[in-house]
């Protein structure tokens, strides 16, 4: 398996589709020479095994050792060739990037009046649909071919040039500035979690707004605006703004809304996008809204227009699933929820090289607390585990903390008091090299420590004072994000008042609904 993941070559073969492999043969016999070339033997051989294996390529006689490399890298590149030529990969940055190689081959051949026709065609459609730094390129290619004075029609095509080139730029370096501190603020939120304190608050704020472009929003094009959007949503998440983080995601969202055509150029930020308005809408707790945001956004997906390819497939998989998961969660409707189990389980061994290894545990964590809102602890703890026993996992400090704590609190649950002393060690160990434990998490391992003093009839009134403790923090703008990870108060509510989760949590969401339907303002 090693192996496997590491050629790829390898990897790369059974990603494909049937289409693509019968095109890929196709492709290689448009030249009878190539009938019995030994790539095409390679290809065949590598498609029928289940591993790699160069052993087995070796033992097979295709090829020798000494020129295996050459030979995968020539097959590599003949698929990847042969992939380009294909209709389904086909999109505008290919088409535009085809025409400039065009472009590129009359120029040499001297026709220049012909290469600055088909230049002039593409930057239209660049400009079209947003591809700058591509229309960049082009408008540097026409000045070079202007430059040498071989056309003779410079009189007033350089001042034109010039002034497309500088606008150009400035677009460019303010779309370089944007995705610069969305990514830095992306890589501070994987290093350092989110702001858990006044001084962290002032410390991110600070960073943002130091490094945000001074610019005019009513004159940025699409794909600026998006960068823009992109940015606040991420400071937003950064500083648990929730509310702000709605905001500029469903202006980032109302952007493809009203330019349905910028969905097909752009469907990997549409989808993110969706995810982002939904995550937003959870933690605000609006599950009317999400449930709205998360029906428009499978249509879209399923209709014929949307691109299909197995990148796009992957999202689409990962961000459909896990929204339904989190529309569950927020209607209390965790029997439902059992019904996508089998494609959810299909769909991450389908994607499994398409997917971090961080989205499939987070995906465990979900069927866990689904298992825990129907009462079903011990299927709850065997997702659970399958978290804490990776020990290969990079995985939010914040999410792996829950996981323990909400396995404590299912081995409670289950009855495993055997298992809760070790359990409980164990969680110390972890959470004590954290060092970044909130108050709900530490007043949860405080509570089930103190379990095994607890008489039976005292139980209620443990439950009721852990409850009072609890509720302080759910408005705590560095508190309440636990809750959203682990829906403690309603737990406990279900245990003092002797009914089910999820009864509890369906009578919030109907409550949450009624409040919030009209007081939302973008």
């Known amino acids: 398996m090693i192996n496997e993941q590491k050629d790829n070559l390898f990897q790369l073969i059974k990603s494909l589709t049937k289409s693509e492999k019968r095109q890929f043969k196709l492709y290689v016999g448009r030249m009878g020479s190539n009938n019995n070339a030994k790539f095409l033997s390679l290809f065949n051989f590598l498609d029928k095994l ?64 012909l290469s600055l026709k088909i230049l002039d065609k593409v930057k239209t459609l660049a400009l079209k649909n947003e591809e700058k730094y591509a ?32 606008e150009l730029r400035n677009h460019n370096d303010l779309t370089s500035q944007l995705s610069n501190l969305s990514l830095l603020l992306y890589e501070q939120l994987i290093k350092t979690g989110y702001a858990k304190s006044d001084d962290e608050f002032r410390e991110i704020t600070k960073f943002f707004y130091e490094r945000m472009p001074a610019l005019e929003l009513d004159k940025l094009g699409f794909r600026e605006k998006l960068w823009y959007f992109k940015a606040h949503v991420w400071y937003s998440f950064l500083v648990q703004d929730f509310l702000s983080c709605f905001k500029y995601a469903s202006k980032w969202v109302d952007m493809f809304n009203e330019n349905p055509e910028m969905i097909s150029i752009h469907p990997v930020f549409y989808l993110k996008g969706n995810n982002f308005l939904m995550e937003s809408l959870a933690l605000i707790k609006y599950p009317e809204k999400f449930k709205e945001t998360l029906h428009h ?20 998989f990962l961000y459909s699933y896990n ?30 090289n398409q997917i971090d290894p961080h989205h499939v545990m987070l995906f465990y964590y979900k069927i866990a ?47 495993f008091d055997y298992h809760l002393e070790s359990h ?80 509890i949590i369906r009578e919030k969401a109907k409550v949450i609904n009624r409040k919030e339907r009209n007081s939302i303002q973008v």
């Open 50 to 113: 289940d591993k790699y294996s160069e052993k087995a390529i070796l033992v097979k006689g295709i090829v020798t050792k000494q020129q295996l490399s050459n030979l995968k890298a020539h097959l590599y590149k003949q698929i990847l060739i042969s992939l380009r030529l294909n209709p389904i990969h086909q999109n505008i940055r290919i088409q535009i990037r085809e025409q400039m190689d065009f472009a590129v081959i009359l120029y040499q051949k001297g026709l220049y009046k």
């Open 135 to 166: 229309a960049y390129d082009i408008v540097e290619f026409e000045k070079l071919i202007e430059s040498q004075y071989i056309t003779r029609s410079l009189s007033n095509r350089a001042q034109e040039l010039i002034k497309e080139a500088d």
């Open 297 to 316: 956004m499978l249509i879209k997906i399923d209709s014929d227009e949307f691109p299909k390819n197995d990148n796009l497939a992957a999202l689409s």
């Open 323 to 352: 929204n339904r998961f989190n529309l569950y969660f927020l209607q209390g409707e965790f029997k439902e929820g059992l019904s996508i189990l089998p494609e959810v389980i299909q769909g991450i061994e389908k994607f499994k």
């Open 369 to 415: 607390c689904l298992y825990f809102g129907l009462e079903d602890n011990e299927n709850c703890i065997v997702y659970l585990n399958k978290i804490i026993q990776n020990k290969h996992l990079k995985m939010r400090e914040d999410l792996l903390c829950f996981t323990r704590v909400l396995s404590l609190v299912a081995h409670y649950e289950a009855g």
């Open 424 to 503: 409980l060690r164990e969680t110390y160990k972890f959470l004590i090299k954290m060092d970044d434990l909130h108050e709900v998490q530490k007043a949860m391992i405080r509570f089930v420590r103190s379990l095994g003093d607890i008489y039976p009839h005292e139980l209620k009134a443990a439950f009721v004072k852990l409850h009072k403790e609890l509720k302080q923090y759910e408005e705590d703008p560095y508190e309440r994000r636990a809750f959203l990870y682990l829906d403690v108060l309603s737990w406990l509510e279900s245990k003092i008042e002797n009914r089910p989760v999820g009864e």
